[in-house]
């Protein structure tokens, strides 16, 4: 399972890098384009949305990896250590249960681009809409690694308590 979670990282960590990079370089030349030599890129949005599309939705999977993820935790810190650790796993569930949908519904929308393509390059939509269902997959993985660990140290507490 280690060896699945190296290599999903760095696949993740790989095209986050690349779509910064294209995201900079791409934008960088777009505005020295336009602004210095009068000649604007317009194949250029694009490209720019296609990596910032990418760059955000893969990024939003390694913050679940990284449980970077928007919380309050006041309510959970505040209750017994069992009762916060069982409804730390809840909540978990039900975002499995979100990102499953997200990759239902995403997967449905990625079939509504291909017949459509971009607007001044023959990329089909459905390579940007497949952002949502690709990043939902590594949401929904990450998660139930997060969530077997959560459970172990649950049943601990358990055991603790008796």
Same mark, same amino acid.
């Given at each position: 399972m280690k060896v699945i979670n190296l290599v999903v990282d760095k696949v993740i960590k790989a095209v986050m890098v690349v779509s910064g990079i294209v995201l900079l370089a791409v934008t960088f030349w777009q505005v020295v384009c336009r602004y210095?030599? @009068? *000649? /604007? =890129? /317009?194949?250029?949005?694009?490209?720019i949305r296609l990596s910032f599309t990418y760059l955000v939705f893969?990024?939003?999977? !390694?913050?679940?990896?990284? @449980? *970077?993820? =928007?919380?309050?935790d006041v309510l959970?810190?505040?209750?017994? @250590?069992?009762? %916060? @650790?069982?409804?730390?796993?809840?909540?978990?569930?039900?975002?499995? %249960?979100?990102?499953?949908? =997200?990759? &239902?519904?995403?997967?449905?929308f990625a079939q509504t681009g291909t017949t459509q393509t971009t607007s001044y390059l023959p990329i089909p939509m459905s390579w !940007? &809409?497949?952002?949502?269902?690709? +990043? *939902? +997959?590594?949401?929904?993985? !990450?998660?139930i690694g997060n969530l077997a660990v959560q459970v172990k140290e649950f049943i601990q507490l358990k055991k603790g308590e008796k």
């Open positions: 210095v030599l @009068k *000649a /604007p =890129l /317009p194949w250029s949005q694009d490209i893969w990024g939003a999977a !390694y913050c679940v990896h990284e @449980k *970077a993820n =928007l919380n309050v959970l810190t505040s209750l017994p @250590k069992v009762i %916060g @650790k069982l409804l730390e796993i809840i909540i978990n569930v039900v975002l499995v %249960g979100f990102f499953v949908f =997200l990759l &239902y519904m995403g997967l449905q !940007y &809409y497949m952002s949502i269902p690709s +990043a *939902a +997959a590594f949401m929904i993985f !990450y998660m």
